[in-house]
C-alpha cells in the first residue's frame, strides 16, 4: 500500500508545567522518538523550544507516509 509522503515541523509538549512526567523519570522525547519508529515515521528534532503556558515545547521535522504520521500524532496526543 502506498501513500503521499508527508514532511511537517510540528511542536510537542516535552516538560509540562504540571512536572508530573519528570517527576516520574519518564523522558518524553525518549518516548516520543520510539513511537515515532515504532510507527514507520522519521523524527528529527530542532534545537528551538518555545514555552507556551504549558510547559516546555520543542520542535521537530516529521516524515513518512500520511497514515503512519497520523496514527503517530494520535498516539502522541493521546497522551494529553
Do not use: H
Amino acid at each position: 500500500m502506498s501513500g503521499n509522503v508527508v514532511d511537517l515541523d510540528v511542536w510537542f509538549l516535552v516538560q509540562p508545567d504540571s512536572g508530573e512526567l519528570v517527576e516520574y523519570g519518564f523522558d518524553v522525547c525518549n518516548e516520543i522518538e520510539c513511537l515515532a519508529i515504532d510507527n514507520g515515521v522519521l523524527l528529527e528534532w530542532y534545537s528551538e523550544t518555545r514555552d507556551t503556558g504549558f510547559g516546555l515545547e520543542r520542535l521537530a521535522r516529521i516524515k513518512g507516509l500520511e497514515e503512519d504520521v497520523d496514527r503517530f500524532l494520535m498516539f502522541v496526543n493521546s497522551w494529553v
